[in-house]
């Protein structure tokens, strides 16, 4: 595929959609940046099985097993059990396992267990992932009832209020048999005896496991648990060290290399502060164990790598916000006791994506914020991105597809959207990006984790309600970011009508709402709801049948988001459990089955994917016969699943 046949749409399956992504500012590199690039980009994939193998401890044999079946098998690739095998396979990648990369509910096998047995027992033993004195039959034993038995691992993340969220879950960051409550007192332990006003993200980089009786970690890191996949990693770090652009880029990558070498987090943070520091270079990344929604604790963090490239002409857009942080800071409506009085460090950037790599693909955000350290943040900043040709992507496949038109309740409000909506879309995760997460402070004493598994969506909802308050201030016109004093209705209209009715779309029946930032919607949208009953600021319309959201009155929806963000923020700043789950429990999980019914046969007669991600580029090294790179091409023809085969041969490391 060269640039003139480009198609930002790809294949589509059961509930999702492929895209590709343009990394326009590639092919303008010197030699040694595109080297940085490509060198960085392999230390991105080679973490793959990490997250594989995080996400449940079934994953990676199940993977192998269904990539043997897919490529050997020799009977009619057109049959019926073949085809939903196809489909599931191609699930599973797409989610890094077996459960629904959103909604973390085990995917159905629609295909028979005969097919599957009969099909796995025909292949040439080699080519299956057999441990010693294994044979197929004992696989089969193995893997069927976790794929075939819905009782068996039937979620990844459990957040169901009341239960044990670590006996419930799938994911694999706690040993089997470990229960909530051992692993909490086990850090709360850990934290009462240090003391440290600098505190580590405790349990961050490992497993909690159990040996001879007594609760113990297992650290993710070089001569320790995933070692071999790290081993790979710090391989092509240190080649890319050879040619940072600069010096700071240079430590910035020697101590994440140090980091992966030892497990320690106190090394994990001099890193980080490092990382924000760099501001010179035109590429950047990340690489390690940043995000912690896999867990159902909120510590431990799921392995994720990117790479990306500075889009200078967008980036002036972010570079307002941030040399303005404090101003926003100081005009919050928050109480004072919870706001920042120094906003240093503060930086923000709009990124091309050069590649994604663990738990950032094949879905991945589209504006991260980092780092996550409370204290960090506190006293030296973090750095903010929005990724714009991903963004970019996402609006391209979105063009003319019916959407809008279906769920929007007028034609002066559709008009308002086309109009607004792209431009407050970026200015919305740039709100939430660069000063969301970076605003207020937890009081003194505040354990960080104290929210527990509300932790992420108060969290969510706090950097959220931060954009949609300011999205609607008379400072983004004076700084030229929006065009007129009505550009914030088009965000507000389609976020409510996104966190009210939409997003069901992403939910089967009978389910509630899990993920995180889908709570986190849903809990500001209802919420609002109910605050501006009485002067009917919000309402839920029928007209022909149809559900519609309808705002009459968009400056005390303002206010309305200006009173949340105060309450969410001191919930955040006091560590109050108990308030974090009466509005997530209140607001933010339960779904109206009439409601949900009549929003997902709306949708199913659009034909569209509710959740899309991405196939990436494929980068080449040019070599002269002395075997050394002269060149690196880029080319994005290759097809989804050569591109999963082939980094399931290429980057196989456990």
């Not at 009953?533 to 309305?560: A, D, S």
Request: a negative charge.
């Amino acid at each position: 595929m060269n640039t003139t046949d480009f198609s930002y749409c790809d294949e589509r399956f059961a509930d999702l959609q492929l895209l590709r992504y343009r990394v326009d500012g590639f092919e303008k590199l010197t030699l040694k940046q595109k080297k940085l690039v490509y060198f960085l980009s392999q230390a991105a994939l080679y973490g793959r099985d990490i997250l594989w193998d995080q996400n449940g401890k079934f994953n990676l044999k199940i993977r192998k097993t269904l990539e043997a079946v897919y490529t050997e098998y020799t009977g009619n690739r057109n049959d019926h059990d073949f085809q939903e095998l196809t489909v599931y396979l191609k699930r599973i990648w797409f989610s890094n396992g077996i459960h629904h990369h959103y909604g973390c509910d085990k995917f159905p096998a629609n295909f028979s267990e005969t097919f599957l047995k009969e099909a796995l027992l025909k292949i040439n033993p080699e080519k299956l992932p057999l441990q010693a004195g294994q044979n197929a039959e004992d696989l089969w034993e193995e893997i069927a009832p976790v794929i075939f038995n819905p009782a068996i691992m039937p979620k990844r993340v459990n957040q169901a209020d009341g239960e044990d969220l670590l006996l419930t879950s799938a994911c694999n960051y706690y040993a089997e048999g470990i229960t909530q409550k051992e692993a909490e007192e086990f850090y709360q332990k850990m934290k009462n005896r240090q003391q440290d006003p600098h505190p580590v993200m405790y349990g961050l980089n490992s497993q909690l496991v159990r040996k001879n009786g007594t609760i113990c970690e297992e650290v993710w890191k070089i001569n320790g648990m995933y070692g071999k996949a790290i081993e790979k990693i710090v391989f092509w770090l240190e080649k890319a060290v050879e040619v940072a652009e600069n010096p700071k880029q240079q430590e910035v990558i020697q101590k994440l290399i140090e980091f992966y070498k030892t497990g320690d987090l106190r090394t994990f943070d001099e890193y980080s502060i490092l990382w924000i520091q760099e501001q010179e270079g035109f590429i950047d990344f990340t690489n390690g164990f940043i995000e912690t929604y896999g867990d159902p604790l909120g510590m431990k963090a799921s392995w994720e790598g990117y790479v990306n490239l500075k889009d200078q002409a967008a980036t002036e857009r972010t570079q307002k916000l941030s040399e303005n942080a404090q101003w926003f800071e100081d005009h919050s409506p928050v109480a004072s006791q919870f706001k920042k009085e120094n906003c240093q460090g503060v930086s923000a950037k709009v990124i091309e994506a050069a590649i994604l790599g663990g738990d950032l693909y094949p879905a991945s955000a589209i504006g991260i914020n980092l780092p996550n350290s409370n204290w960090i943040r506190a006293e030296h900043g973090s750095k903010s991105v929005t990724i714009g040709n991903l963004t970019h992507a996402y609006n391209q496949a979105a063009r003319g597809n019916g959407f809008k038109e279906e769920f929007v309740i007028s034609h002066e409000v559709l008009e308002l959207m086309e109009k607004y909506e792209d431009i407050c879309d970026d200015l919305h995760t740039d709100l939430h990006e660069c000063l969301g997460h970076g605003s207020g402070k937890l009081l003194p004493g505040v354990d960080p984790d104290s929210l527990k598994a509300y932790g992420a969506t108060i969290e969510e909802a706090r950097a959220d309600l931060f954009g949609l308050y300011y999205l609607a201030d008379d400072k983004l016109t004076e700084l030229g970011l929006t065009p007129d004093e009505n550009a914030y209705k088009a965000q507000y209209y389609g976020y409510l009508m996104n966190g009210l009715l939409t997003q069901l779309v992403r939910i089967n029946p009978g389910k509630e709402i899990e993920e995180a930032h889908m709570r986190n919607r849903a809990l500001i949208s209802r919420w609002a709801l109910e605050m501006g009953k009485e002067e009917q600021v919000i309402e839920i319309v029928c007209r022909n049948r149809k559900t519609y959201v309808q705002i009459n009155n968009y400056p005390k929806l303002k206010e309305i988001f200006g009173k949340q963000l105060a309450e969410i923020q001191r919930i955040k700043s006091e560590g109050d459990l108990e308030a974090a789950r009466i509005l997530v429990e209140r607001y933010g999980i339960k779904i109206d089955p009439s409601l949900h019914q009549e929003i997902l046969a709306r949708y199913k007669q659009l034909n569209l994917a509710p959740y899309k991600g991405f196939i990436n580029p494929v980068y080449t090294p040019v070599v002269d016969d002395c075997n050394q790179i002269t060149d690196i091409q880029i080319s994005y023809g290759e097809a989804y699943d050569a591109q999963m085969l082939r980094y399931s041969k290429d980057y196989a490391t456990l």
